[in-house]
């Protein structure tokens, strides 16, 4: 199954999928998902995790299963993660 990023018709960034059509906003419109990509940084820094690690401390307090599929989430996870871990 593949995903393709877009926005929805009030500019709210969506994930189409591409097989079926259907569609789910991101996880970046989520506040519980933000708050966690607001405190990967320090995590990072405090406990040395590697992306996996950071991966599920953010699902865990997204309180999400994953946000693989999500580009938007992914990219704004991995942007951060990369800032952290260099």
Do not use: R
């Amino acid at each position: 199954m593949t995903h393709s990023p877009s926005h929805s018709i009030t500019g709210k960034p969506i994930m189409v999928d591409n097989e079926t059509g259907k569609f789910f906003v991101s996880h970046t419109e989520n506040e519980k998902f933000l708050s966690a990509i607001q405190g990967l940084y320090e995590y990072v820094l405090d406990t040395g995790a590697d992306c996996d690690g950071a991966y599920e401390w953010v699902c865990d307090q997204a309180e999400i299963s994953t946000f693989v599929a999500d580009n938007y989430a992914w990219d704004m996870f991995f942007d951060v993660f990369l800032q952290a871990s260099s």
